[in-house]
């Protein structure tokens, strides 16, 4: 199935390949921490899942997917899609919201925001603008049922990645990590909040990659092609995808670029 969600840097359209090296490994659980839209998850199904990602709004967002779709579903498409009913859901303060409340908040900023952006500032307040006609309608509730059935396969968590990993990573699991691009020539900040992986992380990712293979579980690092990349693939098997690149939001500014698949297995895709 689809995810429901609209989300900046997306990899859908990489997905088959993703899916290839799931199929090829034969893995027992499925762990994402940087979880996002978590596409790959909802396209291949699996059957025990670990989701992280450190946007807790996020993850509250996916808990009440789960526990609630049909309630959920309801209160987001009884708001109207108009440009100012989204500034005036935009300018309300979610530390003042109940969980569910704010579940809606972010799943309705979500389908009509400026490209599928999650962005904040440094007080950590949303600040993407109305995206307009073309960011559609909301799913069918058919859509949420699914996810909240899949969901039930999936611990939630919002933690560091790093600490995600060493609580939950073992024997015969698959992990894939698409971390927010951090290269050294351009931070691509238009997507993620101020406190969002960056450049001094990506040792820490190293480090992650050598735990991971450690504990006897796959994982395959979906990243963009830079200096930084190098660093990752040291050691491990590399394979290349243009991919395009959509986080500008405007045709002019959208590019073909090069993904890099890094992984501590063999696959084909």
Not at 17 to 22: K, M, N, P, R
Not at 94 to 106: L, Y
Not at 260 to 268: D, G, H, K, Q, R
């Amino acid at each position: 199935m689809d995810t429901i969600l609209r989300w900046a840097g997306s990899k859908r359209k990489l997905l088959p390949s993703l899916a290839d090296y799931w199929h090829t490994c034969e893995a027992t659980r499925y762990v994402e921490p940087f979880a996002g839209s978590a596409a790959l998850f909802f396209a291949i199904e699996p059957e025990q899942a670990v989701l992280n990602d450190v946007n807790r709004e996020l993850i509250s967002a996916y808990r009440a997917l789960r526990r609630t779709p049909k309630k959920l579903y309801d209160a987001v498409v009884s708001i109207p899609k108009s440009e100012t009913e989204y500034y005036n859901i935009r300018s309300l303060d979610p530390t003042q919201m109940n969980v569910f409340d704010r579940s809606v908040r972010f799943l309705y900023l979500n389908r009509n925001c400026f490209n599928g952006i999650y962005r904040t500032n440094q007080q950590g307040v949303f600040n993407v603008p109305y995206g307009g006609a073309r960011t559609g309608g909301i799913p069918q509730y058919e859509r949420f049922k699914s996810a909240s059935k899949l969901l039930r396969n999936a611990n939630l968590e919002s933690k560091d990645f790093s600490d995600l990993v060493n609580q939950y990573v073992r024997n015969g699991d698959f992990v894939y990590l698409d971390p927010p691009y951090a290269v050294s020539n351009r931070r691509i900040f238009r997507q993620y909040s101020a406190n969002t992986f960056g450049i001094y992380d990506v040792d820490r990712l190293t480090e992650v990659l050598e735990l991971i293979n450690n504990r006897g579980a796959y994982f395959v690092v979906s990243y963009a092609q830079s200096p930084e990349t190098k660093k990752v693939a040291q050691g491990w098997f590399v394979k290349r995808k243009m991919a395009q690149r959509n986080v500008a939001g405007f045709a002019e500014h959208r590019r073909k670029a090069v993904e890099v698949f890094i992984s501590n297995f063999e696959a084909e895709i």
